[in-house]
């Protein structure tokens, strides 16, 4: 049938504006996300009600979502704000700081910068006291060092907070090398903050002091076209790549894109495939039975929805090739490569009470069906 000029117009007006409409194009961000309008749904008034309940902020008590965004195949197709943050708010990340902190490795990894079996020592000389530990082993959380990760509600004895706030604060890394070890390098997982910031340090290592100055932008947010990025220093000049990086929720969403798309970034291999595959790895001296309902298995500081002998997938209604940046009070960045979605949430969960898994189902209830396989 003939197209009428007019659907003949607005067709080529949408092909212009939305290239990646063409058959088997591929919808990247530019400056600006491309956008999809998806009709209201009881699926999508569902995740509303689930996401941005009403909050007494005086308590602080309950969820209370800052961000949270969509991406289904490289288009935003939900985005909503609530307080103090919009758009252009630069938000903490906490944790998922160490996820960035990754993924930045990985560039230096395609470079060939260091191995994964390398000493830690080799670049980062006041670690010389674990000739053992080698960078793998920080990248699982398993160096094997007596790190205590407790936070504000147990203080007295936390490691991450005297890091973080007091006597550690100036030399985040040398704070964390002077601890000594209570278990072999790589038999035992145990979240630590400090493993992240001697990963930071040795980066610095890798490339020397002028070249790491600008690291995160020239390797990493500039090829994403990331603009809003900041990453705090301590004294020492060492990223704080345990915690204190600050992203817009849209910004985020192109690392996330990255890691769905297998490292790849329109036509650039960004992280090698190898890479990728070694975050989405599950560390196999992890002991599932121990870790708390619905905490994710760890991976190369990425958390993953991973099936291990003998305990199910710690998100049961997503799939189990699902992984997570994850960081404190409910900041989250969520892939689920085979829906091909990657979820945004910011968040101020004192008391941590939303649920990953309950938030997924909300998501994919209300966007994964429309995926094309």
């Known amino acids: 049938m003939p197209v009428s000029l007019p659907r003949r117009l607005a067709l080529m007006l949408a092909l212009a504006l939305f ?84 993924t930045l490795l990985g560039v230096a990894y395609g470079e060939g910068r260091f191995t994964l079996d390398a000493p830690v020592a080799q670049y980062y000389p006041p670690f010389a006291k674990h000739p053992g530990i080698k960078i793998g082993h920080l990248l699982n959380w398993a160096s094997g060092l007596a790190w205590q990760e407790d936070y504000e509600y147990a203080p007295l004895q936390s490691s991450v907070v005297a890091m973080l706030y007091t006597r550690g604060r100036a030399d985040m890394a040398a704070f964390a090398a002077a601890h000594d070890a209570d278990a072999l390098p790589g038999t035992r997982f145990r979240y630590s903050s400090g493993d992240s910031n001697v990963l930071a340090a040795a980066l610095k290592g890798m490339l020397g002091a002028e070249a790491y100055a600008d690291y995160p932008w020239t390797a990493l947010f500039e090829p994403l076209g990331i603009t809003s990025a900041v990453w705090e220093r301590d004294a020492a000049g060492t990223f704080v790549g345990s915690s204190y990086a600050y992203l817009t929720a849209r910004d985020l969403a192109r690392v996330g894109l990255l890691m769905q798309r297998d490292g790849r970034w329109r036509e650039r291999q960004l992280l090698p495939k190898a890479w990728v595959d070694f975050n989405r790895t599950a560390f196999a001296n992890y002991p599932p039975q121990t870790a708390l309902p619905g905490e994710a298995v760890p991976g190369g500081q990425w958390w993953l929805n991973a099936d291990m002998p003998g305990a199910a997938k710690p998100w049961p209604d997503v799939p189990g090739d699902a992984f997570a940046a994850l960081g404190h009070w409910g900041q989250g960045l969520y892939v689920l490569p085979t829906q091909k979605l990657v979820i945004v949430r910011y968040a101020d969960d004192r008391d941590g009470s939303t649920s990953h898994n309950e938030l997924l189902k909300h998501v994919t209830a209300a966007f994964a069906d429309e995926v094309q396989p």
């Open 19 to 102: 290239p990646h409409l063409l058959l088997g194009a591929e919808a990247w961000p530019d400056a600006e996300w491309p956008r999809s309008t998806v009709a209201s749904s009881p699926a999508i008034k569902a995740l509303d009600a689930y996401a941005f309940p009403a909050r007494d902020d005086a308590t602080r008590r309950g969820v209370r979502t800052d961000a949270l965004l969509v991406i289904r195949d490289g288009v935003l197709v939900y985005e909503r704000y609530a307080g103090p943050t919009q758009a252009d708010t630069p938000h903490l990340v906490w944790s998922v700081s160490k996820s960035l902190l990754a």
